[in-house]
């Protein structure tokens, strides 16, 4: 095998993770191609999310045997990690790789037959690649794992329990980024509120040693799990220069009841207050949550308990998305599911409410003279360049210079038009 085309699905931490399988497999001589047809090794970085996507997974499996019946397919992710046991039957599945050997994957595809670490323990936090990632933003995976287990999520049973990078090997990533000319890492995990736990550290310690050790000149969180953001955090990353005022507060539900079920253990009325004070101690700081609709139990009622909270807080944006049943998850036992339109359409109405946050949060930044980070691809429609504002507002820029790339400029926001925010000047 040769010429390997990886398809990476799902979260964050996949993403970061396709680049370590590119690290890897570059390093023993095989070559990246853009293009399957041209490959004889594909590579599917799955996700398990939901079970929409586990059928997605099995699909692009299949479509990609079907196409080419003498390509070697690979199956990794967290579908490889959590069906492991009835995986063995299908034919188009050549090589299966879980979540840890994942990050080395020439070894198994150098076996010859199936194999699925357990081993979660023996985890390595490997290097970043950063040559060829063609990004901007740098992702620095700091944790992996979860201990909660909320009752709707497959994700601790495929990654096992948190377990947090060193602080060293963290510091020395971030040089070796800043060495690259990084300007900015966004430090990333599944649960990264529990970075420490087992290190008997916190996420703050943490952070207090990248502001110190370094000279990234920006780093933005991944998501945050509320009950995990102290007032004592807040106030170190309010006077921080290097942090960016971007929260992602997973909130799930909006309503007491539905949260109790899901084995959430926030009040909604704490979440609100903490938006508040988010918002209180940050200048227009970027707020986004995500909303599941239409978990097993929630009734229309309960739905309209999250609208109405949804409504009144000040976030700036909702991802959301119907409940999907997670095979082995105490949800995908509880009584009264809900039916797949209804939840689409709560899902529809919470989207609507989300596009309504977005543009008034969009409105208030208007007129503002923001520090935008350049991307390196232009705009595949109109070939201008946009960037990131540290508040985490993609702006569109009256230039196509791409000198200006990899740089961050002053540009005021002038205009939101068709749900895109647009920058009128840009100078470094
Ligand atoms: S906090 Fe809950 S939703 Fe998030 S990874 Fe852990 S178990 Fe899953």
Known sequence: ???????????????FE???????????????????NEADLYILNSCSVTHKSDNEAFYLLRNAKHKNPLIKTVLTGCVAQTEKDSLLQYDFIDYIAGNDEKLNL?????RTSYAVSDIMSKEKFSKVSIMDSGKTRASLKIQDGCDNRCSYCIIPFARGKSRSADIDFIINEIHNLEEHGFKEVVLTGIHIGLWGKDLGLSLLDL????????KIKRYRLGSLNPLEITDEM?????????FCPHFHLSLQSACDKTLRSMNRFYKVDEYLRLIDRINSKFNLPFLGSDIITGFAGETEE?????????????????????YSIRKGTVGAEMPNQVDDREKERRANI???????????????????????????HPDKFDGMLKGVTSNFLTVHLDTDDLT??????????????????YGKKLFS
């Open 1 to 15: 095998m040769e010429k390997f085309f990886i398809h990476t699905m799902g979260c964050k931490a996949n993403q």
């Open 18 to 36: 396709e680049i370590i399988i590119e690290e890897n497999l570059t390093k023993h001589g095989l070559k990246k191609v853009s293009k399957i």
């Open 106 to 110: 020439y070894d198994v595809i150098s």
């Open 207 to 214: 952070l207090k040693v990248i502001e110190k050790r370094t």
């Open 234 to 242: 807040l106030d170190f990353l309010a006077v921080s220069d290097k």
């Open 302 to 322: 309960d739905f309209e308990v999250t609208r109405k909270n949804l409504e009144k807080s000040g976030l700036s944006q909702i991802h959301t998305f119907p």
């Open 350 to 376: 919470i989207k609507s409410i989300s596009q309504k946050k977005y543009k008034e949060f969009a409105g208030k930044n208007l007129g503002r003279v923001c520090e935008v980070l350049v991307e390196k």
């Open 404 to 421: 200006k790339t990899n740089t961050i400029c002053s540009v005021e926001l002038s205009q939101f038009k068709d749900g895109k925010i």
